[in-house]
């Protein structure tokens, strides 16, 4: 990656610190760290490496020595996706048996993703004082229970970690941005022809269209309408390759939805949305115009990533500014903000 991986970023907070938020709830979390100056911020307390460049049994030896519980989960801080729920899942299976719990799929073990016993210690002491750094070493002088993720109900996402530009960008997905403007600014045309450019390049796309006045409706005699207004909570119409569920309340988290289909967007176009926070396209027609070139921002709640005008003047705002027929520079634009051009 060329930078530290624990602190990339994602929905504006770093990794590690979503780490420190999701496992906080068990009480004590230590960091291991070769150098506290990366992660002084995060005001959680520090086991700095006494061996370096050894790898990650002198973190495991440096914490297992810290810690004030029998127990410790340790796992990698470039996992985003580990959650309080799998910590307790995997510690479900402590028993007197065992010293390490290994979380374990077909093509993996994950010793960054397991619960130690301190018992195993001096095992690892030996280890590093013996030059041997290979945490399946531990694994063979130790009692090990393996716990197949496969007879969990944990999707293998759970131990996905971040190793490549790739693997990240793919955390970051879906890229979510808004094409906002007044209406009759060209919205749904802009969005239409980015469609197309996006799906050229090999993106799958969602799009959503927010109504501010909360008139949605399907059309008024259809038999899904009629339902609807019977009182049903929940209406779906189907055919043999696709179907529509009409839900009688509020949005919700609607991406989420939109990423638990069969085919999650890479890419989810929202038109409106004017006052959010996600990054946007602004729609400006011209000077004369309600939203006009004059003030293209007034009522447009940033970050933006470009001004799409019939009134091209570089001077008038930082924003990069492009004709609206400009739409593949509007769309290589958009590429550029998200760092995926």
Same mark, same amino acid.
């Given at each position: 990656?060329?930078?530290?991986?624990?602190?990339?970023?994602?929905?504006?907070?770093? $990794?590690?610190?979503?780490?420190?938020?999701?496992?906080?709830?068990?009480?004590?979390?230590?960091?291991?760290?070769?150098?506290?100056?990366?992660?002084?911020?995060?005001?959680?307390?520090?086991?700095?490496?006494?061996?370096?460049?050894?790898?990650?049994?002198?973190?495991?030896?440096?914490?297992?020595?810290?810690?004030?519980?029998?127990?410790?989960?340790?796992? &990698? &801080?470039?996992?985003?996706?580990?959650?309080?729920?799998?910590?307790?899942?995997?510690?479900?299976?402590?028993?007197?048996?065992?010293?390490?719990?290994?979380?374990?799929?077909?093509?993996?073990?994950?010793?960054?993703?397991?619960?130690?016993?301190?018992?195993?210690?001096?095992?690892?002491?030996?280890?590093?004082?013996?030059?041997?750094?290979?945490?399946?070493?531990?694994?063979?002088?130790?009692?090990?229970?393996?716990?197949?993720?496969?007879?969990?109900?944990?999707?293998?996402?759970?131990?996905?970690?971040?190793?490549?530009?790739?693997?990240?960008?793919?955390?970051?997905?879906?890229?979510?941005?808004?094409?906002?403007?007044?209406?009759?600014?060209?919205?749904?045309?802009?969005?239409?022809?980015?469609?197309?450019?996006?799906?050229?390049?090999?993106?799958?796309?969602?799009?959503?269209?927010?109504?501010?006045?909360?008139?949605?409706?399907?059309?008024?005699?259809?038999?899904? =309408?009629?339902?609807?207004?019977?009182?049903?909570?929940?209406?779906?119409?189907?055919?043999?390759?696709?179907?529509? $569920?009409?839900?009688?309340?509020?949005?919700?988290?609607?991406?989420?939805?939109?990423?638990?289909? &069969?085919?999650?967007?890479?890419?989810? $176009? $929202?038109?409106?949305?004017?006052?959010?926070? =996600?990054?946007?396209?602004?729609?400006?027609?011209?000077?004369?115009?309600?939203?006009?070139?004059?003030?293209?921002?007034?009522?447009?709640?940033?970050?933006?990533?470009?001004? &799409?005008?019939?009134?091209?003047?570089?001077?008038?705002?930082?924003?990069?500014?492009?004709?609206?027929?400009?739409?593949?520079?509007?769309?290589?634009?958009?590429?550029?903000?998200?760092?995926?051009?």
């Amino acid at each position: 990656m060329g930078t530290n991986k624990a602190l990339l970023r994602i929905e504006n907070e770093s $990794i590690i610190s979503r780490l420190g938020m999701e496992l906080g709830s068990f009480g004590e979390v230590l960091i291991s760290c070769a150098d506290k100056n990366d992660y002084e911020e995060l005001r959680l307390p520090l086991v700095v490496d006494e061996n370096r460049g050894i790898g990650p049994v002198e973190g495991i030896r440096r914490i297992l020595t810290e810690a004030s519980e029998e127990y410790v989960f340790i796992c &990698a &801080a470039d996992m985003p996706f580990v959650t309080a729920d799998l910590v307790r899942y995997i510690a479900s299976f402590i028993s007197s048996d065992y010293d390490c719990y290994v979380l374990a799929d077909e093509d993996h073990i994950h010793p960054l993703c397991a619960i130690y016993r301190r018992s195993v210690l001096p095992c690892v002491e030996r280890m590093v004082s013996e030059g041997r750094y290979r945490l399946r070493d531990l694994f063979r002088l130790v009692p090990v229970k393996y716990i197949d993720l496969a007879d969990s109900r944990f999707d293998k996402k759970v131990v996905r970690n971040i190793n490549t530009r790739e693997d990240y960008i793919e955390v970051l997905k879906p890229f979510v941005l808004c094409v906002s403007g007044y209406s009759d600014s060209g919205k749904t045309f802009l969005i239409e022809k980015l469609v197309n450019e996006f799906i050229g390049a090999g993106f799958k796309v969602g799009v959503c269209k927010h109504d501010g006045h909360d008139e949605y409706s399907d059309v008024p005699g259809s038999d899904t =309408y009629r339902f609807a207004k019977a009182g049903a909570s929940v209406v779906s119409i189907f055919t043999n390759t696709r179907f529509t $569920i009409h839900v009688n309340e509020p949005a919700g988290d609607i991406l989420r939805r939109m990423s638990d289909t &069969a085919h999650p967007p890479d890419i989810v $176009i $929202i038109e409106g949305l004017k006052g959010s926070n =996600y990054p946007k396209v602004v729609l400006s027609p011209g000077d004369g115009v309600r939203g006009s070139f004059s003030d293209p921002l007034s009522g447009i709640h940033g970050p933006y990533i470009c001004i &799409a005008t019939d009134n091209i003047s570089l001077n008038k705002s930082d924003c990069p500014i492009y004709r609206r027929d400009d739409v593949r520079d509007i769309f290589l634009c958009i590429l550029r903000y998200f760092g995926i051009g």
